[in-house]
């Protein structure tokens, strides 16, 4: 139970008092991505009744099955964050450029980098699905809708996901650790349920793809062996955001490894792998793509994917000495 009632609009309206000259930009934005939430949950809770479930015989950019909802949900969230005064630059995994809003002399501060519904092939059996997102400065010198998204993680000034499975979780970075929260359906609040989410440095789950483990390389191979044989336990969903919702809550490592028929990885850098590997870092664990931290991957192309390998501190430390 909350002791005390504090609403996700209350709690970001403290932090921003908190910085010398903040103008409440900030909040609007995420104001805006809180509202399409409630909205795309509401949508995802009556996709049968509401008849929105199975795909939308198109296809993304990335030649990805679009669902849709997926199409839906992206339309909800152009449309809240397309009012924000403050936003420079959207972009989506649906859409193959970004759109330019308003350029810096307009007033335009922030981007906001989305993967509308994550997991969305699951949707027809009810499995949990989400949101995630990434909120950026806008270069104002910088013309080019791309490469003003394509920053390295570490300069993410917010991210976070939603969770919608059997509650809605909201769960945010703003660099300052990593706060969960929950909406209350009766009254359509999210509302803060724990401070402070730390990740368990240790965690006996891993949560994979093993089907593919003939495509990956012997270090996930030999990692993967070395687990089967003290006792680790595996858990894989299939939607990104529960498999690593999860992986915060009681530790473990997620990984989504090169594959031959994804040399790259599958899962993309600037809306899914880098807003993840922040919010792991918040939480006191760590983010790989590769050797290489993914909040120092510089990205170079909006739909570039990375390997993915995240979670509790020692398992990574863990799966990194299997890497070599
Ligand atoms: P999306 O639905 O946004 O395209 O993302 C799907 C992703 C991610 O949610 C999940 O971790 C991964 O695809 C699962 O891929 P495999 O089916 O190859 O395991
Ligand atoms: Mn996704
Ligand atoms: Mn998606």
Redesign the pocket.
């Known amino acids: 139970m909350t002791e005390n009632l504090m609403s996700l609009q209350s709690h970001i309206l403290v932090e921003e008092s908190k910085h010398q000259g903040a103008s409440g930009d900030f909040t609007w934005i995420i104001s805006a991505i809180s509202l399409a939430a409630k909205s795309i949950a509401n949508h995802v809770r009556r996709a049968r009744l509401e008849g929105v479930l199975g795909d939308a015989g198109a296809s993304n950019v990335q030649g ?1 099955k679009q669902q849709t909802l997926d199409v839906l949900s992206n339309e909800i969230l152009m449309r809240c964050l397309g009012t924000r005064a403050s936003i420079a630059v959207l972009a989506t ?1 649906e859409s193959e450029h970004p759109s330019i809003l308003r350029r810096g002399v307009d007033g335009g501060k922030y981007c906001v980098l989305f ?1 509308p ?5 699951n949707l027809d059996t009810g499995v949990g699905v989400g949101t995630i997102f990434s909120i950026l400065r806008n270069i104002p010198t910088e013309k080019d809708g791309e490469r003003t998204v394509c920053q390295a993680g570490r300069e993410q000034v917010a991210a976070g996901y939603v969770l919608y499975g059997s509650s809605t979780i909201f769960v945010l970075t703003t660099g300052n650790g990593v706060d969960l929260f929950e909406l209350d359906p009766y009254i359509g609040s999210f509302l803060l349920v724990k401070k402070g989410v730390r990740i368990p440095e240790l965690g006996k789950t891993y949560s994979i ?1 093993e089907a593919y483990s003939a495509q990956f390389s012997q270090g996930y191979r030999d990692y993967l062996s070395w687990a089967h044989e003290n006792g680790y336990s595996s858990r894989y969903i ?4 529960a ?1 690593i919702h999860r992986t915060l809550l009681t530790g473990g490592v997620f990984l ?1 490894p090169p594959t031959t028929k994804n040399p790259e990885g ?2 993309r850098y600037l809306y899914e792998a880098s807003p993840m590997a922040f919010l792991m870092e918040q939480a006191g664990g760590l983010a790989y793509s590769g050797s290489t931290p993914t909040l120092d991957i510089q990205p170079q192309r909006l739909h570039q994917r990375v390997p993915v390998l995240l979670g509790s501190k020692h398992e990574v430390e863990r799966v990194l000495s299997f890497l070599g």
């Open positions: 990805e995994e993967d519904l994550d997991g969305s092939s793809n299939g939607s990104m955001v498999d989504y599958k899962l």
